[in-house]
C-alpha cells in the first residue's frame, strides 16, 4: 500500500485566499483524521471521521475551516479565508479499529504558508 | 490545559548510550499509550505502545515502561543510535470510552551525537 497520501506537499498563498488540502487514506481504513502542527501548540486534532461521517470537529479552530469526506477514498480540509495565523503544517492519518487500542498512520503533510 | 506533556524540548545522547524520553500526563482516563516517530519532512510513524494493563513493553531496541500512578510513561532506546535522530511525540488514547482520538505531546527532539 502507498500509504496515507496528502496533496499539495507546501502551499503558499495569500491571505484572504481559499485553500484546500486533500488527502486519500489508506484503502481499507474507517478512521480518517485532520491534524495540525504549530510550534506553540504541538500537534493537534482537528476532526475526524469515521465510514465517512464527521465524529468530532471540537478541534476546528474557527468557522473558517471546513472538512469533508465524500467518500472512504479522500478527504479535504478547507480553510476560507486563509489569515497568516493558519500557516502550519497539516497532517492527514488514517486508522483501522482495532480491539485493545489503535495505530495511525500519518502522510507527509502539507506546509502551509499563508502570507 | 495540556494534558499530555512531554517537558524536554531536546535531548542530547551519546551514540551507544541509553536514552530515555518522558512524558506525563494528566487525564486518569487514559488507558492506550504510543509514541511516534518523526523525520524533518515527513509525517510521525509508529514506534511503540503500551496498553495500561501493562507497565512494559519492549519491542528491539525500544522500551516503554508505564508507571500509572504516577502518571508517567518513558522511552528507553538502548543502544542509541545516530538514526534515531528525529523528534518524538507521546500520545494517549481513551479507547474504552469508544473515543479513538489521540492526545499528542509536544515532542522531544533526539539527537544521538556519534
Known amino acids: 500500500d502507498a500509504g496515507v497520501i496528502q496533496s499539495p506537499r507546501h502551499e503558499v498563498t495569500e491571505m484572504g485566499q481559499e485553500v484546500t488540502l486533500r488527502c486519500k487514506p489508506i484503502s481499507g481504513h474507517d478512521y480518517l483524521f485532520w491534524y495540525r502542527q504549530t510550534m506553540m501548540r504541538g500537534l493537534e486534532l482537528l476532526i475526524y471521521?469515521?465510514?465517512?461521517?464527521?465524529?468530532?470537529d471540537s478541534g476546528m479552530p474557527e468557522d473558517r475551516f471546513s472538512a469533508k469526506m465524500p467518500n472512504a477514498s479522500f478527504s479535504t480540509l478547507k480553510i476560507q479565508p486563509s489569515e497568516p495565523r493558519d500557516s502550519a503544517v497539516y497532517f492527514c492519518?488514517?486508522?483501522?479499529?482495532?480491539?485493545?487500542?489503535?495505530?495511525?498512520?500519518f502522510g507527509p503533510g502539507t506546509r502551509l504558508l499563508v502570507l | 490545559d495540556q494534558q499530555v506533556k512531554q517537558n524536554s524540548p531536546s535531548l542530547s545522547v551519546q551514540e551507544g548510550r541509553i536514552s530515555i524520553l518522558n512524558c506525563d500526563y494528566t487525564n486518569s482516563m487514559f488507558d492506550y499509550f504510543l509514541w511516534y516517530k518523526k523525520y524533518p519532512a515527513e509525517g510521525p510513524t509508529f514506534l511503540i505502545s503500551i496498553s495500561s494493563i501493562k507497565d512494559k513493553n519492549e519491542d528491539g531496541r525500544f522500551t516503554v515502561f508505564l508507571n500509572k500512578s504516577a502518571k508517567h510513561l518513558s522511552l528507553h532506546i538502548v543502544p542509541s543510535q545516530p538514526g534515531d535522530s528525529a523528534v518524538y511525540f507521546c500520545?494517549?488514547?481513551?479507547?474504552?470510552?469508544?473515543?479513538?482520538?489521540?492526545?499528542f505531546g509536544k515532542g522531544t527532539k533526539l539527537s544521538v551525537i556519534p
Open positions: 492519518a488514517s486508522s483501522l479499529l482495532r480491539r485493545g487500542g489503535e495505530t495511525q498512520y
Open positions: 500520545a494517549a488514547s481513551e479507547s474504552g470510552a469508544g473515543s479513538y482520538q489521540l492526545t
Open positions: 471521521f469515521n465510514n465517512n461521517v464527521p465524529i468530532d
